[in-house]
């Protein structure tokens, strides 16, 4: 669980130029052992905010604790693991595919000039 906490941690309060004509809201539903953990991203002028409310989104994305680590790490990708079936996404499928490129894997390293 802790590369996936610490990969939201990362992302929040970042820009990202390529999103500054999106706005839209994901909750990423984490299921580990002792229950489900949330993330709720969203992101908005290209500025992306993250928190852990089990609020409504435009988009809501399920998995297990293990392949969502291996999304954040980069050992796997979420789109094959959505063709899979071993996530699962509701709502807004393009969002999520728009927003996956940026915010999942290891192409969402931040760097010190996108952190607000």
Same mark, same amino acid.
């Given at each position: 669980?802790? #590369? +996936?906490? %610490?990969? *939201? #941690? %990362?992302?929040?309060?970042?820009? &990202? ?10 909750? *990423? ?8 953990? &949330?993330?709720?991203?969203?992101? /908005? $002028? ?8 089990? $609020?409504? #989104? $435009?988009? +809501?994305?399920? #998995? ?7 999304? @954040? !790490?980069?050992? $796997?990708?979420? +789109?094959?693991?959505?063709? /899979?079936?071993? +996530? ?7 969002? *999520?595919?728009?927003?996956?490129? @940026?915010?999942?894997?290891? !192409?969402?390293?931040? !760097? ?5």
């Amino acid at each position: 669980m802790q #590369a +996936i906490e %610490r990969h *939201f #941690a %990362r992302l929040d309060g970042t820009h &990202y130029p390529s999103l500054s004509s999106t706005t839209g809201s994901l909750r *990423f539903d984490v299921s580990c052992p002792g229950g489900s953990r &949330y993330w709720w991203v969203e992101t /908005r $002028d290209g500025n992306v905010e993250v928190s852990d409310k089990n $609020d409504s #989104a $435009d988009c +809501i994305v399920v #998995a297990d604790e293990e392949p969502m680590a291996r999304v @954040v !790490t980069g050992e $796997d990708n979420a +789109i094959a693991l959505l063709v /899979r079936g071993t +996530i699962a996404v509701s709502g807004n499928l393009l969002l *999520f595919l728009k927003l996956q490129k @940026v915010l999942l894997g290891p !192409t969402a390293q931040v !760097t010190e000039a996108q952190r607000g």
